[in-house]
């Protein structure tokens, strides 16, 4: 019998021929692939909402790293993959409509694109395109055809093209513009990493497109006043746009003090000849005849590849009639928010209360054994209450609203929503850009004021990261439902949410009135719903509840330990005491509640399970009135933010914007809930 010979072995697998063990054929194959390792730079690029990040992710496999660009506070999400021999960085850049940035954010895009930072020189670019919206997203194309840069185009969201009628002749696409085109679906993962190997072949055969434009002879007269091209002439004429964009760009920094290579002014030279090179204001006429050549071509390519047949309505089409009614939406959007509140409170309440009954025998006999331990008791006793504290109070709560949000987010609906909440929120004075901003409040404010950075009006930014605090983030929730819900009922926990949003209202109303700044126009992309993956679901609530375990808890633990031995020697009543004015006098609290209020600056969860350990107490009613527990949840609700969002504050607004907004947050809680007690406790006691 003949032995059979296997000539190629994957690694891990040991070698048949010298039999050699596993870790001998890794290490070889390792130094082989680190002798043939070859590193590459690609930037994912498109216009928002285009599916680039959900592209990205696809290839990353969500294993990704956030970077800021060096000297702003732009992020962009950078990942390694190992594919063919080739260590390759992928970066997702911020969207872009066009080279011509508008803000921030697209400059940062504009600068890593065109090699102006030596430390992220990319070799190639994939444009991910929304497969129905191809038309507007030709003018980034031919802005990022002129880098001369491999280059492949993603078609993505191609199944939901072909649903509404879209047809692409992909073919036509490649043959125009030289370059591969590739339909995917990168939710599914279809195709993306095709993309990526056909950008890399392009790379290997250091194949760039219309290298050879330079010889073109081109024909002004005929090229300028031509409205529309054939799919024939098209290759040729976006060769001679690509020289005549040249030469005007060279024109231009042959007559300045700028240098091509390193000038971060190039769309605006472009766009203002007049002002960047007043000696060259004949070049004016040339800029707007190109521009038009440009429009020119985009029309011709759209007339020679896309053609779209409006279906019957669709079932989004039919859904959103009522969704974005302008009545009827808002009634639908007040169903979606109620229903965020009773899932998290009903899945809340059940889950703490089966985490009471499973730990409440556990807890007891911790106490009873902890007894005669003298000073080793308030460490025992504090671990016991910081676990038992995230295992039975926040957690339960906390997970359910994580799991809401995640589904509005994959579902598509948080598009609508911020449509329906820009045409009312106008009037409050908020720019249609920062509405996503208030959105992601409601998960975590941090995240919420970093997303601030595209907006393109720096007072903008500031007023609404001075307001954004006072969003009920999800460590607020978890306290308005265990604490003012789960002990008041539904509501007075409803309550805690209008309050919220008068304050907000009202604050935003006097700025708005005090700066007096305009509104920016916003365009919001409505995408089509989605069934939710549960796979990206479980992950972005495994992120948001790892940083929870990881971050939060170990100081939940450690300030329940802190508080014991503070109460074992006695400091807990001086640091209560000098307090007292406030929790005492102004507001009508127990003076324990002082050292909860200093622990919910870290972090708003910490000041709920410090006030019941505080009180050495599992039954909150037993030690404060329904009064009392209601001025305690809106103080909390209102007053400064937690140290996580006072350091990204400071970043994104610097420290004067910072203390303004601290000190508005607490005189505004100070302010609210002293008249919330003076109400409630009128005429013997309003909340019984």
Known sequence: MMKKITKSREVGKGCDECQLSNAQ???????????????????????????????????????????????????YHVTTIFIKNYSVELIDLPGMYSLNYSDLAEKVSFEILTNMNEQLKIDGIIQVVEAVSLPHSLLLTLDLLTLDLPMVIALNMFDEARVKGVRIDIDGLQKILSIPVIPTIAIKGENTLKTLLALIDIIEKNKVSFEDYGNIVIDKDNIFYQSSFSKEELPDVIKAYKRLWKNMVEDIFKNTNCHLENCKLIPACLMNIEKFAPNLKSLSQVRDEILKLKSNIIMSISASTFSYSKPSPTFDDLVDRIILHRFWGYGVLIFVLFSAFFLAYFVGSFLADSMEKLFDPVSSYIDSLSKGLGIWQPLVVGLKDGIFGGLGIVIPYLIPFLLFIALLEDSGYIPRMMYLMD????????????????????????????SLRGLTKYNERIIAGMVIPFVPCSARTVVIMALVTGVLGVFWGLT???????VISLVLLLINKVSKIGISHFMVHIPPYRVPSLRSVFIKIWLKFKAFVYSAWPILILGTIVLNYFSYLGWDKIINSALSFLTVGLLGLPEQTGIPLIFGVLAKEYALVMLYSAFNTENI???????QIFVFSVFILLYTPCISTIAVQVREIGWKYTIISILMSVSTAILVSFLISKILFLNGGFLK
């Open 25 to 75: 054929s890794n290490l070889i194959e390792l130094k082989k692939n680190l002798k043939r390792t070859k590193n590459l730079r690609i930037a994912i690029v498109g216009h928002p909402n285009s599916g680039k990040s959900t592209f990205f992710n696809s290839l990353s496999n969500y294993k990704v790293n956030t970077a800021n660009y060096a000297g702003t506070t732009v992020e």
């Open 423 to 450: 045409n009312f929120l106008k009037n409050f004075g908020i720019s249609g850009r920062s509405v996503l901003s208030f959105v992601l409040g409601l998960g975590c404010n941090v995240s919420a004021i970093m």
């Open 496 to 502: 805690m949410y209008l309050i919220s949003l008068i």
């Open 621 to 627: 009613k037993a030690v404060m009135n329904n009064a």
